[in-house]
């Protein structure tokens, strides 16, 4: 099953089906660029602080901080960057 044991893949299913009941409720906010990300992970991940990465941002273990021009470049930074260089400690 890879990196996610079944709990967390239990978890995350369950997160993402409140989300979606509750979706109904969300508001709109007006947020003005420049955007500022930033991701911790949980104790057992790491990111891999020796890739060469080329952004605006700093990457350390455990937290992951950058900036973007808007949300969808920083999404796209999280997923195609940081989710590839992600490793298990």
């Given at each position: 099953?890879g990196?996610?044991?079944?709990?967390?893949?239990?978890?995350?299913?369950?997160?993402?089906?409140?989300s979606?009941?509750n979706?109904?409720?969300?508001?709109?906010v007006?947020i003005?660029p420049?955007?500022i990300?930033s991701g911790?992970?949980?104790?057992?991940?790491?990111?891999?602080?020796?890739?060469?990465i080329?952004?605006?941002?700093n990457?350390?273990?455990q937290k992951?901080?950058?900036?973007?021009?808007?949300?969808?470049i920083?999404l796209?930074?999280?997923?195609?960057?940081?989710?590839?260089?992600?490793?298990?400690?």
């Open positions: 099953m990196a996610y044991s079944k709990r967390d893949l239990s978890d995350y299913l369950q997160r993402d089906n409140q979606l009941e979706a109904p409720k969300a508001k709109p007006d003005k420049l955007y990300f911790e992970l949980c104790e057992r991940y790491v990111f891999d602080t020796e890739a060469d080329s952004w605006r941002g990457v350390t273990a992951a901080e950058w900036v973007a021009s808007s949300i969808e920083g796209e930074l999280f997923n195609y960057v940081l989710m590839a260089n992600l490793g298990g400690s």
